[in-house]
């Protein structure tokens, strides 16, 4: 059964860990399963091939034997069921976890995805000035939210699972932001994340095909 996953050729972040692709690779790496990835070109997400796979023109899409899978949430939920490392074995747990995947790409990220197009798109726009302060206090306050939850616990419940993983993919958009910097519970949570190997492993295949070589060092 050979797993195959579709990324950029060429991410529009240079391989930052921002592309969608990289959340599945994590997944894969934390539950130490090898996996294949087709590079695809902005012109060949339009063309048939792909829009089979995934019908919106969009990466990632994941492939193992007969199943086709698209929507990052999903593909990283499916590893995550049927591969131990990502979700507690106790059902109440693993529910939470789940709940937890679903908070960062329904609750936590639609704010953040909003102020990124407001400052890269929209910068030249005569609404900007009086548009951005409101998107970055809605980022605000989903911050000030789940910091509260989070505490000065290490994890969002108990142990590093999916609902992490998912969570902190989303935080990574405000990494370059300065937007962290007055919840310091929430920086230390990204940086812990970021220090995990498996993470660090996923980051380094992802910005060696954007280098346009493999890692050094």
Not at 26 to 55: D, I, N, T
């Amino acid at each position: 059964m050979t797993i195959t996953i579709t990324a950029f050729e060429r991410s529009p972040d240079g391989g930052r860990g921002l592309a969608r692709d990289m959340h599945v690779r994590w997944a894969l790496e934390e539950v130490a399963q090898p996996y294949e990835v087709r590079l695809v070109s902005f012109q060949a997400m339009k063309e048939a091939a792909h829009l089979a796979r995934q019908p919106f023109g969009q990466i990632p899409t994941y492939e193992e034997d007969d199943l086709v899978l698209f929507e990052t949430g999903a593909i990283v939920l499916h590893i995550a069921q049927r591969h131990a490392g990502l979700l507690p074995d106790d059902a109440n747990a693993r529910a939470r976890a789940i709940c937890w995947m679903f908070a960062a790409v329904n609750t936590v990220e639609p704010p953040i995805l909003e102020l990124a197009t407001a400052r890269l798109l929209e910068g030249d726009k005569p609404w900007r000035d009086e548009r951005s302060p409101l998107v970055e206090e809605r980022v605000r306050v989903r911050l000030k939210q789940l910091s509260a939850r989070l505490g000065d616990a290490d994890w969002l419940d108990d142990a590093f699972s999916a609902g992490d993983l998912m969570m902190a993919s989303v935080l990574l958009r405000l990494k370059s932001s300065g937007m962290l910097d007055a919840f310091p519970n929430l920086a230390a949570y990204l940086a812990r994340n970021e220090t995990r190997p498996a993470y660090k492993r996923a980051f380094a295949t992802q910005l060696a095909v954007n280098a346009g070589g493999p890692p050094t060092g």
